[in-house]
């Protein structure tokens, strides 16, 4: 069994002072991997089994020394250590990843308090020295830093209004926690989760693979979804972009957003003609010319729902407006139950907030995350997710553009199994428009660059990606003996830890797909909807 320690009266007390919880990211860290975990308490330690695990962060409980169970230690500090890690745009250490790509840390690398058998990682510190990031003593496992912290804190983002270069008005870019000038290019928190998942599928855990299955129970190689913003422009700009997404093969999603007067600029008639076309709707709040309250989060959700007659499962915000933190306006989301939001822009550019052909992994992933609420709502998980933007209007202006941009975000997306975002504002896909034809040839490109490999495309929707993620996060994986139970509410890939050519599954013999991912062969086994015992 998975265990990670919660130490309640310590979190009571740094959230008293105002500070961050940080084990109290871990159940959005085993989400994200798909694994099942059940939270205990310090003196609990004592009673776990050579055969179990625990996760440990924060700080290094005094009933350490009496637990049996393989430790992995997530920053852990000594108890005379009082240093809380806080959010701050500061990259402390770069930790070099397996592929030799550096991944940005947001907190401190400590000392190691043990002398370790075997340094599995480094890192280096903004000074240029090299350090230990990540060693192995005994059966044990250490990270050098708060895994958890840099993960949350990053993955949120940073805002330093006060005396930030970045844009003005409370617009998310200023929460880019990167500096300026720091490369995006690599989803890098997804690179350091990596080096959990390595470390865990080598004690036998399963993991839920992130990808949703194809519809014949097949790994797809690509996920992708289509999204963009109506921005109160024109009832004929949704309906002809949703017919060109319809005519390459693609579904679409779009936000609306009502005008100063309270309304939409299209009906349910129009609506239906949208979902016709494969199509489907999301909320687009509008806080430029409202205040930057809950009322005027719930007012315009009300209004959506009065409007086409449904509840929207996700939004995005207009101009990207966010005065408070993360934490608050995803509260006020979670508030009308709305599921997700995908509005973080993963790339920007500091010249030009409208530029066009950005890509990036500015927040540190390509994929859904969940994170939790601040210090002074108890750091309690937040239900509603987040969803980042990572190819923003991208554009081939001539027949004869560079396409190696385009190519090399699909290529990257495939060899990661990352979940794939191309962004597109409706009026930019209606013809007339004059950048259309450079819009089109992005899409015509994906269609023919993924056919002549022979990629298995599973078209997908921000609505699709939000519910998939919804009910993995709550699917329960559990090993026992030789045995996984696995209980789902949609149908699902488990990642097995090991190789194996073939399994049971409730007794009848399963194929086992293996694929390449993140430079590893992946062994993934289909799973239907209910519960299902794996052998």
Not at 167 to 192: C, E, I, K, M, Q
Not at 379 to 399: D, G, H, Q, S, W
Request: proline share 7%.
């Amino acid at each position: 069994m998975l265990y990670y320690v919660i130490d309640s009266s310590l979190q009571a007390k740094r959230n008293a002072a105002g500070e961050d919880y940080t084990p109290a990211y871990i159940p959005a860290m085993l989400a994200f991997m798909g694994v099942t975990g059940e939270a205990i308490v310090p003196d609990a330690m004592s009673t776990l089994t050579e055969r179990d695990i625990v996760l440990v962060a924060a700080d290094r409980p005094a009933q350490l020394s009496d637990c049996k169970a393989t430790v992995i230690l997530m920053g852990a500090c000594e108890e005379n250590d009082s240093s809380v890690p806080a959010r701050v745009r500061r990259i402390f250490g770069e930790y070099m990843t397996k592929g030799g790509v550096p991944a940005p840390l947001f907190v401190p690398i400590r000392s190691a308090a043990d002398v370790p058998d075997e340094v599995l990682a480094v890192a280096k510190t903004a000074d240029g020295a090299e350090r230990p990031a990540l060693i192995r003593c005994g059966k044990n496992y250490e990270f050098l830093f708060d895994l958890p912290a840099t993960l949350w804190f990053s993955g949120d983002g940073v805002c330093e209004m006060q005396n930030d270069p970045y844009f003005p008005l409370g617009r998310t870019p200023d929460w880019r926690p990167l500096p300026n000038g720091v490369s995006s290019a690599h989803p890098y928190n997804d690179l350091l989760i990596l080096e959990m998942e390595r470390i865990l599928r080598s004690l036998g855990v399963p993991t839920i693979y992130r990808l949703p299955p194809m519809e014949d129970g097949d790994a797809p190689d690509l996920v992708l979804h289509f999204s963009g913003d109506d921005d109160c422009t024109s009832a004929d700009f949704n309906r002809k972009a949703s017919r060109v997404m319809k005519e390459k093969g693609f579904y679409y999603h779009i936000n609306a957003m009502p005008n100063g007067n309270g309304q939409f600029i299209f009906d349910r008639e129009v609506l239906r003609e949208l979902n016709e076309n494969g199509c489907e709707l999301g909320l687009h709040l509008d806080l430029t010319c409202s205040p930057y309250t809950a009322q005027t989060v719930d007012n315009q959700f009300k209004l959506f729902c009065e409007t086409f007659g449904i509840h929207p499962c996700t939004n995005v915000n207009h101009c990207l407006i966010q005065h408070g933190s993360q934490a608050e306006f995803l509260r006020w989301l979670q508030a009308c139950d709305i599921i997700a939001d995908n509005g973080y822009l993963g790339e920007f550019d500091p010249k030009d907030i409208n530029a066009f052909d950005l890509n990036g992994f500015g927040y540190g992933t390509s994929f859904p995350r969940y994170t939790c609420d601040d210090a002074a709502h108890g750091n309690v998980p937040l239900r509603t997710m987040l969803i980042p933007i990572t190819y923003y209007e991208a554009r081939l202006p001539e027949k004869n553009s560079d396409t190696s941009k385009v190519i090399s975000y699909i290529d990257a997306a495939v060899a990661n199994a990352r979940i794939t975002q191309f962004f597109f504002h409706p009026h930019y896909l209606t013809e007339g428009n004059p950048h259309f034809s450079a819009a089109l040839r992005v899409l015509e490109l994906i269609k023919s660059h993924t056919a002549a490999h022979g990629y298995r495309v599973l078209p997908s929707s921000t609505n699709r990606i939000a519910t998939f993620w919804q009910a993995r996060a709550a699917a329960t994986v559990r090993a026992n003996d030789d045995a996984v139970t696995v209980s789902t509410e949609v149908p699902l890939l488990l990642r097995l830890p090991a190789a194996a050519e073939q399994v049971t599954l409730d007794g009848a013999v399963a194929p086992v797909i293996q694929k390449q991912v993140e430079g590893e062969n992946a062994y993934l086994v289909f799973v239907p909807a209910g519960e299902h015992l794996v052998k």
